[in-house]
């Protein structure tokens, strides 16, 4: 979970630091181990040499390369109020670095390395490995990928760098871009089973009891999380380092919200870290803990609001901790980029703190003063050796943090290039330490602090205790360079004696030289932050430590509090204990919150602000995701997500003709995982209190733009919202008996291996994934429906060099509602390999360029596609929301849209048709409306119209048609196509279609005609058809999907038909029955070649 109050932001002209307070432990063993035996550290390293001794002949030479493997296994256990949830993932990444050129200039001397650049392009440069170490194979199949892609890459942003210099001079152009670093081995041993292994359960049950003593007080939020995770990363380099490394991390975070009577919410957190688990608090101290941070939040939120302020204040060891690591560390960071204005780096050499203070970083720290630093590692992500760096010694400005990039004024690496499992490495911190040669007293600074608060003639100064984060700015020379810090926790100290009190609402801002002058005195006793620092080269675990500090003057500007009227508030529900403690994820526990957090909301509206809601929506889903990816037999990416819950509120005001509702709504929450009657009720009551304070605004926005824009006088007489009638359905939960993971990677490893039969295929996988969605339903109208939902998906993906090297990508699609419905596993593995096989044909496919206008054969999905995209374009009329008038769709009733030989109905029985499962069925909509089996185009003239629960001219009434609807953050019900039915009066056998097709373009004169034969096995195929011998080809190109009037102009269809289950979207099946064919006449088609990438053939050869 990411905490986004406590982000401190800068991504190049903003840092990110992410308190997420870490517990870290590493290895025991600090002896180097022999590597002999460890499979992926010997291929990796043969690999690198083997493309090393290749790349450095070439025309743009590579002069070193990297491979970097972070195998990262994280569980995530969270609590709130008591409800549990749990998140677990393992992901094995591979980040190569490929430098051409030479150390004097090569790919790395003006780029950002990790984010696009308006003058040199970049690419994201990891990739997935297989989970297994043994698959060598498939290891070397992603390093020749990756390697690949990356020189590639190189190449192209070198040849751009060389161009831009004839131009434009910088001083940077005699600076080395790659500094030499000396070999490093180090290997440690794998974790064992026994090392690693954590009580799930266990530790569930400890934050559990943890977070359900926030009960106990007046919070909104009452969170414990325990985050554990073990990390292994190997480098291999070409000069010969070879380095295996392992981490392993403890975290446990609290999270105490109250909320303030402005309501205003005033959070606190608490960090514990760990090298081991039985380092962690024990249950008790835990419990001190907790009640200790809810005490303290909730004095926080009576606190009042503080004011503008400058002058002397004291930060304490936590707050001055974070302080030099945003604003001081981030400008210690020695990165390259000429662009990016440090303004401290005039200043080596001089003194930028008071003489006593020295800053230092050094990961080779396990702990300071017996405390745990997140910040510690052997060895840096480029693998150079962690050392201590002396930034600032006796107050003056000595040393930067390095990389191995050089800058002007250092060229040498200090062990501090680090980066996460995805990003190449940046100059970053590691463990920051403040320390001063002359300590004081926490007295003796209180004194200091009142003394020149007297001086100033001021009645308080400011104490500092905690700070959530911050942000600060670096821009070009003439930028002004600044920070703002967040503190939750200060106090006013006064000059007079008075007891300290507590305020919020305050921001520390100013400039970073300014402030540093300012610092005069630091304590004797340090305190810890630990945290994940986020920047260009990602996520990085950090610490810092300081001791108290005292400054003469500092500036705060004071916060607005968020102006909401206590008139504006929905009063929390009144639950009883045994309510609020059943964890029953049945039907009926779900149902007795939903209707009785309605009822109350709809009173609380009623009595409190003379209110009748015209709508009130509730909808709660529970879905389960999980899927494998494999390549070459072995599993490379997997996820299993559990049962994870979603909540939204919807609320309309106003009346049937002109409703709140804009149609953009976004008002859904997750809620814990584990499902109890009191988080269902809190959770709704906050999303109604957010839904009617949108409504009302909405509402009065609708009305003003009503009178500048008025609805055309048709649509004006159209409601915005009709009453349904009240509807129970509770259908079946979808929940029961998913396909387990382990079947799932099973599946997938066997289906991979066909391509292992095909050596000229490459970046290919096979995708096995399911969702399964139970959908709650209560609204003010008596709608109560449980709908279950069901989507199984197997997807394939290959690449191959052309004759024309250029790499052809292609996908295998199928969708299905279950494991159930898929065919028999020879019959996938033998539609795999004939997609392999048409791979192979697409290869030597020739790429032509052609204005062709003639008769065109759409076979297949093609067809299907072709039907179902027709069809929606007359069967709804839309709302235009921005236009504030509807598409006038409804104008085509009663006109001739299709080929008079065509009628197409909504079928609102039939869930199967001949054998095949058809996703878009349901038996009743998500108003409980069945849908209507109806003709929509009776031979060729559209006679019916299709919508949901919203009224639209030409269809007044619900047709079935209002299904569940997620995508984003939205989840809410919205119009869908139901099972579509397309029929002819005139149909002809395949065979004869084919026939009539070839007749048709032989009596136009042509040479050639096209078919689109679009089949999961054949991916958007186009057929080229020589008309004198009748010889199919495979030819490459692309064009556009033929226009509605072309459609009309339609000569007939097959007699056969095929069910197909179009790609989902937005969760939605879409189902259609069709003629298998469809031909049509005088079509234009205006077919251009579709180049892909290049690729060098010569590294291609080097695929082994």
């Known amino acids: 979970m990411v905490f986004n109050l406590l982000s401190l932001f800068a991504m190049n002209k903003k840092h990110l630091l992410l308190f997420v307070f870490s517990y870290i432990s590493f290895v025991c063993n600090t002896h180097a181990e022999s590597y002999a035996h460890d499979t992926l550290v010997n291929v990796l390293r043969n690999e690198v040499q083997f493309y090393f001794d290749k790349l450095k002949n070439k025309e743009t030479p590579a002069y070193f390369i990297s491979l970097r493997v972070v195998d990262n296994k994280r569980l995530f256990l969270s609590s709130d109020f008591g409800l549990s949830s749990m998140d677990e993932n393992h992901t094995r990444i591979l980040t190569p670095q490929v430098r051409v050129g030479s150390p004097d200039l090569d790919n790395f001397a003006y780029l950002a390395q990790n984010r696009p650049s308006s003058t040199f392009t970049y690419e994201r440069p990891s990739t997935s490995l297989p989970l297994d170490c043994d698959a060598i194979p498939v290891i070397k199949e992603v390093v020749w990928n990756g390697i690949l892609e990356r020189y590639e890459a190189a190449v192209k942003i070198y040849q751009q760098m060389k161009a831009s210099q004839k131009t434009n001079v910088t001083e940077l152009d005699s600076v080395p871009t790659f500094a030499p670093s000396a070999v490093e081995t180090y290997y440690e041993r794998p974790y064992s089973e026994a090392e690693t292994g954590i009580d799930k359960e266990r530790f569930q049950k400890y934050i559990n009891d943890a977070s359900r ?120 960071e020695g990165k390259r980029r000429e662009s990016v204005n440090n303004e401290i780096s005039g200043m080596l050499n001089q003194r930028i703190l008071p003489a006593s203070f020295q800053l230092y970083l050094d990961p080779t720290l396990t702990t300071y003063q017996g405390k745990a630093l997140s910040g510690h590692y052997l060895y840096d992500d480029e693998g150079v050796k962690g050392q201590r760096v002396d930034c600032v010694k006796d107050g003056y400005l000595r040393q930067y943090l390095m990389s191995r990039t050089p800058v002007k004024e250092f060229t040498g690496s200090n062990g501090h290039g680090r980066a996460s499992n995805d990003r190449d490495p940046n100059p970053r911190q590691s463990n920051l330490i403040v320390e001063t040669t002359e300590p004081y007293s926490e007295t003796q600074l209180r004194n200091l602090l009142i003394e020149e608060l007297k001086r100033q003639g001021k009645e308080y100064g400011y104490y500092f205790r905690t700070v959530k984060g911050g942000f600060t700015t670096r821009g070009k020379a003439n930028a002004i360079n600044a920070f703002n810090v967040s503190p939750i926790e200060v106090y006013r100290v006064f000059a007079d004696g008075r007891d300290d009190q507590l305020v919020r609402g305050v921001s520390l801002i100013g400039t970073p030289l300014s402030m540093f002058s300012q610092i005069k005195a630091a304590g004797g006793e340090s305190e810890l932050f630990t945290g994940f620092c986020g920047s260009e080269s990602g996520s990085i675990p950090v610490s810092g430590t300081s001791p108290m500090v005292y400054v003469s003057q500092i500036e705060t500007q004071g916060q607005k509090a968020i102006i909401k009227s206590k008139q504006d508030l929905i009063s929390p529900p009144e639950t009883t204990e045994a309510e609020n403690t059943g964890h029953r994820a049945d039907c009926s526990l779900i149902f007795k919150a939903m209707e009785d957090e309605m009822a109350h909301v709809c009173h609380e509206l009623a009595t409190r602000h003379n209110t009748v809601p015209l709508f009130v929506n509730y909808v709660l889903e529970r879905k389960h995701i999980s899927g494998t990816e494999s390549s070459g037999g072995v599993c490379v990416n997997k996820r299993d997500s559990g049962i994870k819950n979603n909540i939204a509120a919807h609320i309309f005001l106003g009346d049937s003709l002109m409703t709140s509702d804009t149609g953009n709504e976004l008002n859904a929450q997750s809620i814990p995982d584990e499902i109890g009657y009191g988080s269902i009720r809190n959770a709704l009551r906050t999303k109604s209190e957010i839904a009617y304070q949108d409504a009302v605004q909405r509402l009065d926005y609708k009305r003003t733009q009503l009178k500048q824009n008025p609805k055309p006088a048709d649509d004006a007489a159209v409601p915005e919202f009709k009453r349904m009638p009240p509807a129970v359905w509770i259908g079946p939960s979808a929940l029961t008996n998913p396909c387990p993971v382990t079947d799932m990677e099973q599946l997938s490893n066997r289906l991979s291996k066909v391509f292992s039969d095909y050596p000229e295929l490459f970046n290919h996988c096979v995708k096995v994934y399911q969702k399964r969605v139970d959908y709650y339903r209560l609204t003010s109208e008596g709608q109560k429906i449980l709908q279950p939902d069901t989507v199984f998906h197997i997807t394939a993906r290959a690449s191959i060099k052309t004759d024309g090297n250029e790499v052809k990508t292609e996908y295998y699609r199928l969708h299905v509602g279950g494991i159930n419905d898929l065919p028999s596993e020879d019959a996938l593995m033998g539609e795999l390999h004939r997609f392999a096989e048409y791979m192979q044909q697409k290869s030597r496919a020739k790429a032509v360029e052609d204005l062709y206008i003639g008769p065109v054969l759409y076979e297949d999905e093609s067809a299907m596609e072709l039907f179902a995209g027709k069809i929606a374009n007359y069967t709804h009329s839309y709302w235009l929301w921005r236009q504030n008038k509807s598409d006038r769709k409804h104008r085509y009733l009663g006109k001739q849209v299709f080929p008079s030989d065509l009628s197409v109905w909504q079928l609102g029985n039939d869930s199967v048709y001949n054998g095949t499962k058809l996703l878009g069925y349901r038996q009743v909509d998500a108003d409980g409306t069945r849908p209507k089996t109806l003709p929509l185009i009776e031979k060729g003239i559209l006679k019916n119209m299709l919508t949901g629960r919203r009224p639209a001219l030409g269809c007044p009434t619900s047709t079935g048609n209002e299904h569940f609807y997620e995508l984003n953050r939205d989840l809410k019900t919205a119009y869908t196509t139901g099972i579509l039915h397309v029929t002819s009066n005139r149909p002809l056998p395949l065979g004869q279609l084919r026939k009539r097709f070839l007749k048709s373009a032989k009596k136009a004169g042509l040479k050639h005609a096209y078919i689109f034969r679009h089949k999961r096995t054949s991916p958007y195929a186009l057929i080229r058809v020589d008309l004198n011998t009748g010889k199919e080809e495979l030819v490459e190109g692309k064009c556009y999907l033929p226009s509605i009037e072309q459609f009309r102009r339609m000569k007939a269809v097959s007699k056969e038909k095929m069910a197909c289950n179009l790609n989902p979207t937005e969760g939605r099946g879409r189902g259609i029955i069709a003629p298998k064919a469809i031909l049509l006449v005088d079509t234009e088609l205006d077919i251009t070649p579709n180049h892909g990438r290049h690729i060098d053939e010569t590294l291609y050869e080097l695929r082994h």
């Open 213 to 332: 003593l926030f009960k106990d007080y007046k919070l909104t939020s009452g969170k414990v999380f325990l985050d554990y995770s073990l990390q292994r990363t190997t480098i291999v380099n070409t000069e010969g380092t070879v380095i295996a490394q392992n981490r392993k991390a403890y975290r446990l975070m609290l999270e105490a919200v109250a909320e303030a009577d402005d309501g205003t919410p005033c959070p606190l957190y608490e960090d514990i870290f760990a090298y081991s688990e039985k380092d962690l608090p024990t249950p008790t101290e835990l419990e001190d803990k907790v009640r200790d941070l809810a005490i303290r939040a909730e004095a926080l939120s009576k606190a009042p609001m503080a004011e503008a302020y400058t002058g002397p204040a004291i930060l304490s060891g936590k707050a001055s901790a974070v302080f030099f690591h945003e604003v001081l560390g981030h400008r210690l």
